[in-house]
């Protein structure tokens, strides 16, 4: 999540791809943190919260979030 962070971070802020983006990942980075706060690695409150399947499949999704803001920045729809 922190690489799509920094990534996104060379988006133009006023872009909805990042502001949308941005939102949906801090949140998600914020679930992991909280349930890996010290020490612990609640991979079942994690799965809950996240909502997207198994742990595999979060991080599988987060994988292909970077993958596409990669292309995104590549892409450019974001410049006029």
């Given at each position: 999540?922190r ?38 690695n ?33 892409w ?5």
């Open positions: 999540y690489a799509t962070l920094s990534l996104l971070s060379t988006v133009p802020t006023s872009a909805v791809y990042r502001q949308g983006t941005e939102a949906t990942i801090r949140h998600k980075l914020s679930i992991v943190e909280r349930t890996t706060a010290n020490g612990a609640d991979v079942a409150a994690a799965e809950r919260e996240l909502d997207d399947g198994q742990i595999e499949e979060a991080l599988q999704l987060a994988r292909d979030e970077l993958t596409l803001a990669e292309k995104m920045l590549e450019k729809p974001c410049v006029s």
